[in-house]
């Protein structure tokens, strides 16, 4: 499976920005998809997740009623729509796979730069 994070850009702050996350390969409904973001420095947060079905959306606290996941079965993605930003969301994004909840996360695509101005 690789997946491709992309939507990224420069936003002032309380704008609104949708990220999506490709997936290719063979991805069953029990999998899911996460999203996290990393400034430099700093090691890697969980932001959002969602199973492959489109069930089950989970989120950090940080962004929980800012962001909302969801699945795009027409584009095979999983998208972050991120809105009321702020300047502590800037961060490069990047979208990961697990196999089941013990597993590790895994699939790393390229992130997208997000970067919010105050």
């Known amino acids: 499976v690789q997946l491709q994070a992309s939507g990224g850009g420069l936003v002032q702050a309380g704008n609104s920005l949708r990220l999506s996350c490709r997936a290719s390969g063979r991805i069953f409904g029990t999998y899911t998809v996460g999203w996290f973001r990393q400034v430099s420095g700093k090691e890697r947060e969980f932001v959002a997740g969602?199973?492959?079905?489109?069930?089950?959306?989970y989120y950090a606290s940080s962004v929980e009623g800012r962001f909302t996941i969801s699945r795009n079965n027409a584009g095979n993605t999983v998208d972050l729509q991120m809105n009321s930003l702020k300047p502590e969301d800037t961060a490069v994004y990047y979208c990961?796979?697990?196999?089941?909840?013990?597993?590790?996360?895994?699939?790393w695509g390229q992130g997208t730069l997000v970067t919010v101005s105050s």
């Open positions: 969602i199973r492959w079905s489109g069930r089950s959306a």
């Open positions: 990961g796979l697990r196999v089941v909840p013990a597993a590790d996360w895994g699939s």
